[in-house]
């Protein structure tokens, strides 16, 4: 059997998993486990990953990359059913798996191509264990990555999406410190044929006006921002070490909704952060709202061993269950209104090989069967289904 790659975690975790199983295609019997270790549950969600992956395949060489290897790097490879780990840091180096590129004309075509510009962190949220997994930030150079998205044009893909641990910190560490606007200026005129550009994960006191610009006003950049929030309160945020406060955010998604009114909103939020009271979990229910939050990825809180919130007072484990899930009520609640609003209004959707895809917004649309994957389509919605416009 061929190389299968199990991924877990983020979107960078997804695009290095794409180029893995590129990388990986001609390994025969092996299974790579692509970690997380952002939350305790997403260490035991690894655990669970590499259990599973031996006993569907109980010959083949099971190896273990990603975040959980490096901060459980001890745990997971005394794991009887792990046979090897492969630093994170290496991962994308054929030499770490002693295997050769496939040439270009070999790999498979993509709809969407991720594209890892940036990787690692220099903040240092108390609540964080990624800075151990990943490392210091690190940006590929301009030509670097134009050589990336042009590769995946030729190979058919109609949407980049642009992707990093931090990504708004891309180019900090490269000579003369030039901000993500400018990166994004140059994919976009290098590549007048490139229709659909996406960014992932934002941290928005990071957004140069340049960015801000083009979020703003260009129309190849999907009507999609997704913040790295956190909370919406501020003494959880100073608690937490982010570099912004709730007045921020909001001012933010005000201004860019003044120019561009159709964009979606979506962000990262942390349930029962500790010493969260009852008024501070409010703010965290209210920013949904403010914000319009309709793509909110909800984290319950789970303490990470050596990292400073771990050593704060801990809010109880049934307070934050019950708190995430108010939150992701709330979320839903949103998203089921926005999503109401859509119906009627012309989507243009990239179809994906499952018979679904996304409009620009990031919602996503139901297609008609035998729709061709990697085609845009016209889909004006007249329902809601499971969740889907349709």
Known sequence: MSAEVISLGCRLNLSESETLRELLAASDDLVVINSCAVTSEAVRQTRQAIRRARKARPDARLLVTGCAAEVERAALAAMPEVDGLIANTAKLDPRAWNAAPRPLAEQRTHTRAFIAVQNGCDHACTFCVIPQGRGPSRSLRVSEVLREVEAHLARGAKEVVLTGVDLTSWGHDLPDAP?????????????????????????????????FDLIADEARIMPHLHL?????????????KRRHLRADAVNLVAR?????????????????????????????????????IVHGHVFPYSARPGTPAARMPQVTAPTIRARAAELRAAVAGERARWLADQLG?????????????HAPSFARVRLAPGTIAGTIVTVTPTQIIEGLLA
Request: net charge negative; charged share 20%.
């Open 179 to 211: 901000a993500l606007g400018s990166l994004v200026q140059a994919i976009l005129s290098t590549f007048p044929a490139l229709t659909r550009l996406r960014l992932s994960s934002l941290d928005g006191v990071e957004i140069d006006p340049l960015l």
């Open 228 to 240: 790295s929030l956190q909370h919406g309160n501020d003494l959880i945020l100073k608690r937490m």
């Open 256 to 292: 860019l909704k003044a120019r561009r009114p159709d964009i979606a909103v979506g962000a990262d939020l942390i349930a029962g952060f500790p010493t969260e009271d009852e008024a501070a979990h409010a703010g965290n229910l209210s920013i949904i709202r403010e914000l319009a």
């Open 345 to 357: 209004l012309p989507q243009q959707v990239l179809a994906e090989r499952d018979g679904t895809g």
